[in-house]
């Protein structure tokens, strides 16, 4: 197949790596790191470049976004008459580890807890994802989903739920997602001196890079990848299984 990628650049050593493993032939454009934190440019931005690799001269099979729901940065695209593939996941963070079964085992209790990996130690401006900045790109609109869905009261046990306070000593923990593939690196190490400096308590976890592989192999299972096709657009679910859907454009 030929495809077209559009990732943020804070996966950029995972995601050429596993391209130069795909068997397919694939274009790759990376986004700047933290331009998710404005969600409607950086969705202006993403509609821009599928409607360019739309435009080109090449026919390609598909486009696909590495990106999670990412505060609803991706909510709302659409294509006109290629494919849309991008993982069902809230943000980064599930697709550094691999599964979102693996992010809610670690950070289902508090989704806001703030971690870092090799790409944001090396182009975020600040050497981890905080708490605020979490909480702005992975819940923005949200609430108001749920209350349009479950109701005011129900909505509000939701999202205290997944946004518990009076965490105490886990408010001061910060986590890095290593991979195998990158430890030479060194940024690990790096990353727990400088958290460890601020106070902080330093958890590592080792993350996978299957979600990437699966996205560039073409190996599209419709319970880890939506895939969205012509005439329809994203939506989100905020939920912790189907996350984002297809609907109607």
Not at 131 to 156: C, F, H, I, S, W
Not at 158 to 173: D, Q, R, S, T, V
Request: glycine share 8%; hydrophobic share 35%; charged share 25%.
């Amino acid at each position: 197949m030929l495809l077209r990628l559009i990732a943020c650049n804070v996966f950029q050593r995972e995601a050429c790596l596993c391209l130069a493993q795909s068997p397919h032939v694939i274009d790759a454009e990376f986004t700047e790191i933290g331009e998710h934190v404005h969600s409607a440019t950086l969705r202006e931005q993403l509609q821009r470049r599928i409607t360019a690799a739309e435009e080109s001269p090449k026919k390609y099979d598909a486009i696909l976004l590495l990106f999670g729901l990412c505060g609803n940065s991706t909510v709302g695209l659409r294509t006109s008459h290629t494919p849309l593939v991008m993982p069902r996941a809230h943000d980064c963070c599930t697709i550094l580890l691999g599964s979102r079964e693996r992010f809610r085992e670690h950070f289902g209790a508090n989704p806001s807890t703030p971690f870092s990996s090799v790409g944001y130690f090396e182009r975020g401006e600040y050497f981890l994802r905080t708490v605020d900045d979490r909480t702005e790109l992975t819940y923005e609109d949200p609430y108001k989903a749920y209350v349009e869905q479950y109701g005011e009261e129900n909505a509000k046990y939701i999202w205290e739920a997944m946004h518990p306070e009076g965490l105490g000593e886990a408010e001061a923990k910060v986590v890095f997602i290593g991979h195998p593939e990158t430890a030479h690196l060194g940024a690990e190490a790096r990353f727990r001196g400088k958290a460890e400096a601020e106070g902080k308590v330093c958890v590592t976890l080792e993350g996978s890079l299957r979600l990437i592989r699966a996205l560039v192999n073409g190996e599209w299972n419709p319970d880890e990848f939506l895939v969205v096709s012509p005439g329809e657009t994203t939506a989100g679910v905020y939920d912790w299984s189907e996350i984002v859907r297809a609907k109607p454009a």
